[in-house]
């Protein structure tokens, strides 16, 4: 989808980071934009910067883990927009702590946000996009995260979440690309946002807010990261030209060998092992 002007926009997580990047950017190219965030005010003080930006915006609180919500707000932007075009499911969370000991709560609400909300998003707003086809495509935020374990911070619960929702992402990609809706799955590395204290939206039936999480942004390198309005930007230009997977960090690269070359040496393995072994 090239021209994405008088197009209209759906973003989760929208209050904050890459979230409130990829509506800006979306809003310089003349896409209208409903923001959605759990957070209330973050998202109407973002929808205000779109608007500056002279296209329409909407911000509506949401959480993605509430589908009835997700398919609410899909019909809410169809009837005061008339279309929905694009929808960037982004909203995301961390919890760190080593994977051995992440307690059920740890996953139940990281799977919950990265996971689930983002099925739930697809299911809820398919039979809008579906009206708009072949200018339909749904961005979802992945991660680098989504591509490698990362062994120097412990964050082990939120990659095997980025794992899960990347190939979701992928598989949908091949499926929805004969029904002409586009799919990508953006997978930034680090971006200076307000992920390092996701635990201030931890809801009470998942052990509560904290905003204290041994993995904050000083630790991180989440600090030096990325500005999220490149992220944004980067991600627009991935809708754009359609593409499967958008990178936005080329210094990740090696990573992404190092990891496949792994696989590579048990393959090598195998293939030794197989070739030595008695008939
Ligand atoms: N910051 C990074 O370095 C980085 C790297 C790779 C991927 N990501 C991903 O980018 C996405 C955006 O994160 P960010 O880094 O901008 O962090 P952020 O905390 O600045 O923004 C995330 C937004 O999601 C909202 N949110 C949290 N739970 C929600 C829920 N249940 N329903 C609706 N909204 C909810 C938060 O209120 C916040 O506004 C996430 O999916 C994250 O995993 C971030």
Redesign the pocket.
């Known amino acids: 989808m090239d021209d994405l002007n008088g197009k209209t926009a759906l973003v989760?997580?929208?209050?904050?980071?890459?979230?409130?990047g990829i509506a800006l950017a979306l809003a310089r190219e003349g896409a209208n934009v409903a923001l959605?965030?759990?957070?209330e005010g973050?998202a109407a003080a973002a929808a205000r910067e779109v608007e500056a930006l002279e296209v329409r915006a909407l911000a509506a609180q949401?959480?993605?883990?509430d589908e009835a919500a997700q398919r609410a707000l899909a019909e809410r932007v169809e009837a005061e927009f008339g279309a929905l075009h694009i929808i960037c499911l982004?909203?995301?969370?961390?919890s760190a702590e080593p994977v051995s000991e992440a307690t059920e709560a740890d996953w139940q609400w990281t799977f919950g946000?990265?996971l689930f909300?983002v099925v739930r998003g697809v299911r809820a707003c398919l039979p809008a996009l579906r009206r708009q086809a072949p200018d339909a495509h749904i961005l979802i935020?992945?991660?680098?995260?989504g591509l490698r374990p990362n062994e120097a911070v412990p964050i082990g619960v939120?990659s095997a979440s980025?794992h899960a929702v990347l190939a979701y992402a992928e598989v949908l990609h091949d499926e929805l690309a004969t029904q002409g809706i586009g799919v990508s799955a953006?997978?930034?590395?680090?971006?200076?946002?307000?992920?390092g204290?996701?635990g201030?939206?931890r809801p009470d039936d998942y052990g509560g807010p904290n905003d204290d999480l041994a993995f904050g942004q000083a630790g991180s390198g989440?600090s030096s990261?990325m500005d999220?309005e490149e992220a944004g930007r980067i991600a627009v230009r991935g809708i754009k030209a359609g593409r499967r997977l958008v990178l936005t960090h080329p210094e990740t690269r090696e990573q992404v060998e190092a990891r496949y070359a792994r696989i590579m040496d048990d393959y090598d393995f195998l293939q030794a092992a197989s070739a030595g072994a008695p008939q």
């Open positions: 989760t997580g929208a209050g904050s980071g890459i979230g409130r959605a965030d759990i957070e973050t949401l959480d993605v883990t982004n909203a995301g969370v961390l946000v990265n909300g935020t992945a991660s680098v995260a939120y980025k953006l997978c930034p590395g680090g971006v200076r946002t307000q992920i204290v996701a201030r939206n989440l990261g999220p």
